[in-house]
């Protein structure tokens, strides 16, 4: 099976910067990706790694090891509009379907 | 934005009746998805398309069969509902590594 552990909930201020982690179990991992889902609204796609290493978005970023099963998504300069549900996902070798994490919902307060 | 919609956006039934909720893109992406989101459970694969009928089940498939007789859409039916089902219910299409997700819908079945 599939599992992955992402923290429930983190709480921030406006300004600073964040890291939400993501550790994966997973049979033939191809890749992580993350998503943003603000309240009553779509998830809507922000990364994906398949190679270990940071990727670079505006103000987000997000990291994956291979080896260490283990992901992550930075975000800097912490806006009150960061506030919002952060999704992880792997994709398997082989599929297109994704099995994404329970989510981490974030609270950025001024 | 990718062009996918939901119908209907919000239905209330009552446990023992059919429902069927439409899926529908402009983007001519092969794969498309129905996923449902309860608190506490993140985003859960209900069932999976993968061309003009070749679907599969995903996690949470009992209780739900699909169709897609056209690329453009995917219906996700509830043959007799029961209130386990009451839920929000995204669809999603995919043309590769990313997901772009619909509005959802919000489904209660008293």
């Excluded at chain 1, 290493?53 to 090891?65: A, M």
Aim: glycine share 10%; with cysteine.
């Amino acid at each position: 099976g599939q599992s992955l552990e992402q923290p429930s909930e983190v709480t921030a201020v406006e300004g600073a910067i964040v890291q939400i982690n993501c550790t994966y179990q997973t049979s033939g991992f191809y890749g992580l990706s993350w998503y943003q889902q603000h309240d009553g609204g779509a998830p809507t796609f922000l990364s994906y790694n398949a190679l270990d290493g940071l990727e670079e978005t505006g103000r987000f970023s997000s990291f994956l090891s291979r080896s260490d099963s283990y992901g992550y998504l930075l975000l800097q300069e912490l806006q009150m509009k960061d506030s919002a549900s952060y999704f992880c996902a792997v994709a398997r070798a082989g599929s297109y379907q994704l099995t994404f994490g329970k989510g981490t919902k974030l609270s950025v307060i001024p | 934005d990718a062009g996918i919609t939901q119908s209907p956006r919000h239905k209330v039934t009552e446990t023992g009746t059919p429902v069927t909720l439409r899926c529908h893109q402009t983007e001519n992406h092969r794969y498309m998805y129905w996923y449902r989101q309860d608190p506490g459970h993140g985003l859960r694969l209900i069932h999976y398309s993968y061309g003009v009928k070749d679907t599969d089940k995903g996690e949470v498939s009992d209780g739900y069969s699909v169709s897609r007789s056209k690329t453009e859409d995917f219906l996700l039916t509830l043959e007799s509902a029961t209130s386990s089902q009451t839920s929000v219910y995204f669809c999603a299409i995919s043309g590769g590594s990313e997901q772009f997700f619909g509005p959802g819908t919000r489904l209660t079945v008293l």
